[in-house]
């Protein structure tokens, strides 16, 4: 069964490789994007369980994905990961439809929890298929 494909979608290369070391470590396929139109692209031909995506971007904000993603491709869950926190900024993603708001530096263990929740998947260390979660 094939796992789960998540997209990752922040402008800073470092980051962006972390945590697409963190997700493959999972057990999941990661595409990854640098910017809005990128993404666009992604997510046009590919089926993805999560993005996960920063709010400012090169292109635009990360909060027009977060909307375009629960109009057009609304099983998707997102996930907002941003340097720019604040109150306000999580209400407008969260009323946007992001499923979590968090505040960067993301712990790895905060991070591995969001993705097994939105991904409905149990506590283990790997992430099984998402039609297939593993119990808890």
């Known amino acids: 069964m094939a796992s789960p494909r998540i997209l990752v979608v922040d402008d800073e290369p470092d980051l962006r490789e972390l945590l697409e070391i963190t997700l493959v470590r999972m057990g999941l396929d990661v595409d990854s994007a640098d910017c809005l139109a990128t993404a666009r692209g992604y997510l046009a031909s590919t089926d993805y369980a999560l993005v996960l995506t920063d709010m400012r971007l090169p292109d ?5 994905l977060v909307r ?22 999580a209400v407008v993603a969260l009323n946007a439809a992001a499923f979590v708001y968090l505040s960067k530096p993301v712990g790895l263990d905060q991070l591995r929890t969001k993705v097994r929740s939105a991904l409905g998947t149990g506590t283990s260390g790997h992430v099984a298929s998402a039609t297939n979660p593993t119990p808890a």
């Open 60 to 64: 635009g904000l990360g909060i027009e």
């Open 68 to 89: 375009e993603i629960a109009s057009d491709y609304r099983n998707t869950p997102v996930a907002v990961i941003t340097a720019f926190g604040s109150t306000d900024n």
